[in-house]
Nanobody
Framework: QVQLVESGGGLVLTGGSRRLSCVAS????????MGWFRRAPGKEREFVAAIRWHGGVVRYKESVRGRFTISANNANNTVALQMNHLKPEDTAVYYCAACQTIAKMYVNVEADYWGEGTQVTVSS
């Protein structure tokens, strides 16, 4: 079992920045890739970004590439999503996720474990 707790959501103006954090706990965390997803009102869940704990493989949704950066800190089991140049269309509930394969997250928009989510609202 893996437990995930997100923090850092809130209200931000267009063009602003926000940093989301996810603390992971449980057994064999290094066997999992970590990712961020989002769901906007009335829309389907979207993959945002994913990373391996020890780096080497990083994936981004095309529309956030260059604006968002995912990072993983093995020392404190934290995964962060730094979001810059935010746009109103980035408004969504953001979920931290853990999955044994990045492909499952990136291709299938699925994961093995999910956090409760944190709301990010970008106001124009």
């Amino acid at each position: 079992q893996v437990q995930l707790v997100e923090s850092g959501g809130g209200l931000v103006l267009t063009g602003g920045s926000r940093r989301l954090s996810c603390v992971a706990s449980g057994r064999n965390l290094d066997k999992y890739a970590m990712g961020w997803f989002r769901r906007a009102p009335g829309k389907e869940r979207e993959f945002v970004a994913a990373i391996r704990w020890h780096g080497g493989v990083v994936r981004y949704k095309e529309s956030v590439r260059g604006r968002f950066t995912i990072s993983a800190n093995n020392a404190n089991n934290t995964v962060a999503l730094q979001m810059n140049h935010l746009k109103p269309e980035d408004t969504a509930v953001y979920y931290c996720a853990a999955c044994q394969t990045i492909a499952k997250m990136y291709v299938n928009v699925e994961a093995d474990y999910w956090g409760e989510g944190t709301q990010v609202t970008v106001s124009s």
